[in-house]
């Protein structure tokens, strides 16, 4: 069995790397850093500065999460590593091709283009979606799109089956994440990834033992898809106003059924 992982270059992405390969040997590591261009017009200094000053803890609560990642997982596993600024270049296409993969798992790159999505490793890629597949797809975040839109009952995770669309791959398994009620915002963000990488780990065993599934979307609901250059100030407002009542919805009892009737798609072996 020969496993290639392709991922972003966060500490979270690392710690999923460790965690894999604890189980499954990872045979190759390709890491995507993009370089981002931020073109600072007027409107975009000003965003930073509201961010700053009214916005932080949404922020701070993200890179808290990070920092428990990044103290607990210093190094990649000892296995072959590759840095790239660009996941779909020739570089990651050849070097994955000359691995020889049985499966391919990706997570926290850059959205996967058409050349290296013509890859057939016998068992599939896999794709990693921090949210709830199809009801919340698309980005910065949708565990933050859940708290602005007080839709606290659909945070969760997806695997699925990558295809060229946004989080709109068939679904493998997905889950809705379980919260207390008594979370801070940055016990959110935590949860929700230790849930996405113990539910990766899940669906790689069931599927390396040869379990199989694979749900259309369009079988479950028809979901919606939020977009970054949509996550405003106003959003923002929105999710720290909407969290201030986080903990008394989530420990009621009204919200427990309504989490309870979320299609969601689970399989084992």
Same mark, same amino acid.
């Given at each position: 069995?020969?496993?290639?992982?392709?991922?972003?270059?966060?500490?979270?992405?690392?710690?999923?790397?460790?965690?894999?390969?604890?189980?499954?040997?990872?045979?190759?590591?390709?890491?995507?850093?993009?370089?981002?261009?931020?073109?600072?017009?007027?409107?975009?200094?000003?965003?930073?500065?509201?961010?700053?000053?009214?916005?932080?803890?949404?922020?701070?609560?993200?890179?808290?999460?990070?920092?428990?990642?990044?103290?607990?997982?210093?190094?990649?596993?000892?296995?072959?590593?590759?840095?790239?600024?660009?996941?779909?270049?020739?570089?990651?296409?050849?070097?994955?091709?000359?691995?020889?993969?049985?499966?391919?798992?990706?997570?926290?790159?850059?959205?996967?283009?058409?050349?290296?999505?013509?890859?057939?490793?016998?068992?599939?890629?896999?794709?990693?979606?921090?949210?709830?597949?199809?009801?919340?797809?698309?980005?910065?975040?949708?565990?933050?799109?859940?708290?602005?839109?007080?839709?606290?009952?659909?945070?969760?995770?997806?695997?699925?089956?990558?295809?060229?669309?946004?989080?709109?791959?068939?679904?493998?398994?997905?889950?809705?994440?379980?919260?207390?009620?008594?979370?801070?915002?940055?016990?959110?963000?935590?949860?929700?990834?230790?849930? #996405?990488?113990?539910?990766?780990?899940? #669906?790689?065993?069931?599927?390396?033992?040869?379990?199989?599934?694979?749900?259309?979307?369009?079988?479950?609901?028809?979901?919606?898809?939020?977009?970054?250059?949509?996550?405003?100030?106003?959003?923002?407002?929105?999710?720290?106003?909407?969290?201030?009542?986080?903990?008394?919805?989530?420990?009621?009892?009204?919200?427990?059924?309504?989490?309870?009737?979320?299609?969601?798609?689970?399989?084992?072996?």
């Amino acid at each position: 069995m020969k496993i290639v992982l392709w991922i972003g270059h966060g500490a979270n992405q690392k710690a999923l790397a460790n965690r894999i390969h604890s189980k499954h040997k990872v045979d190759l590591i390709i890491v995507e850093s993009r370089k981002r261009k931020i073109k600072m017009g007027f409107s975009k200094i000003l965003d930073r500065l509201a961010d700053k000053l009214f916005f932080a803890s949404l922020n701070d609560a993200w890179f808290q999460m990070l920092r428990h990642y990044e103290v607990n997982n210093k190094n990649y596993p000892d296995t072959q590593l590759i840095h790239t600024d660009a996941i779909n270049n020739d570089l990651v296409y050849k070097t994955t091709v000359d691995a020889h993969p049985d499966l391919i798992i990706v997570s926290g790159t850059g959205m996967i283009r058409e050349k290296l999505l013509s890859l057939k490793p016998r068992l599939g890629i896999m794709n990693l979606h921090t949210g709830l597949s199809p009801y919340v797809k698309g980005g910065p975040n949708c565990t933050n799109w859940c708290l602005a839109t007080a839709q606290f009952h659909l945070i969760g995770n997806t695997i699925m089956w990558i295809d060229k669309g946004i989080d709109s791959g068939n679904i493998i398994t997905n889950e809705t994440t379980q919260f207390t009620g008594k979370e801070s915002l940055a016990d959110i963000h935590l949860k929700v990834m230790e849930h #996405a990488h113990e539910l990766y780990v899940h #669906a790689i065993d069931t599927v390396v033992k040869g379990g199989h599934s694979s749900v259309s979307q369009d079988k479950i609901v028809s979901g919606k898809t939020y977009y970054t250059r949509d996550w405003n100030l106003a959003q923002k407002r929105n999710a720290l106003a909407n969290f201030k009542k986080f903990g008394s919805i989530v420990s009621s009892g009204e919200y427990k059924l309504t989490q309870s009737a979320v299609k969601t798609v689970s399989f084992t072996i």
